[in-house]
């Protein structure tokens, strides 16, 4: 007589099924109840492997992370690296969005996030920047990263023409900005970047030119 099939329940499968939930209707949607009708198991079997639903949410939010690419500080000038992490990191946070709330509250235990943490400051570290700025210059771009992906700029704005008609002259065309949201929001993050990597290229030319003059 043939053994009862019985799901295979894994960490990876419940991480991969609550990162599927999350993506498609949001973080509420996240239960233990709901995550049991999604596997075919029994509830409390959860239990076996994530004690709370912040500790799957926390997986999934890492799963998210490990999917960015910080190989660019192996081999690559610290601000071209800081650039291509920065494009990776904002196009896996625009995949989830909806994960975004929990990562922004920094890298907690969460072994990928601290990883990539570790990385990003090692490589500027090893570029010669300040332990105090290097600290400083992990958060800006953590900032400019998830603030960006936590909503939209253009779909703040009402499709309405006639609200801004009269009242309003200056944002006249704000109407439109809904159907332009790919130009105006990306547009507006690479325009941060590429001022934030001004900004630091100088601050480091100046530290660099302060240390040269000091040997």
Do not use: C
Not at 148 to 153: I, K, R, V
Not at 164 to 186: G, K, M
């Amino acid at each position: 007589m043939a053994r009862p099939r019985h799901t295979l329940l894994t960490r990876e499968r419940i991480v991969e099924v609550a990162g599927a939930l999350v993506d498609a209707e949001g973080l509420d949607a996240v239960s233990v109840r709901r995550l049991a009708t999604e596997l075919g198991v029994a509830g409390p079997s959860l239990y076996n492997h994530f004690a709370t639903k912040a500790e799957i949410l926390d997986a999934v939010a890492d799963a998210v992370v490990a999917q960015v690419d910080v190989s660019y500080f192996l081999d690559e000038h610290w601000s071209e690296a800081l650039r291509l992490w920065a494009h990776s990191y904002h196009a896996v946070l625009s995949a989830h969005p909806n994960i975004v709330p929990v990562l922004a509250h920094g890298p907690g235990r969460r072994p990928a996030a601290l990883a990539m943490a570790d990385t990003v400051y090692g490589g500027l570290i090893a570029a010669g920047w300040p332990p105090g700025r290097a600290t400083h210059i992990g958060a800006l771009m953590r900032y400019l990263v998830t603030g960006a992906a936590l909503g939209s700029f253009a779909l703040g704005f009402d499709e309405d023409p006639e609200l801004y008609q009269e009242r309003y002259p200056h944002l006249r065309n704000a109407h439109l900005l809904a159907e332009r949201r790919q130009s105006v929001d990306e547009g507006a993050f690479a325009l941060g970047l590429e001022t934030v990597l001004a900004g630091l290229e100088v601050k480091k030319a100046g530290l660099d030119s302060l240390k040269g003059s000091l040997t």
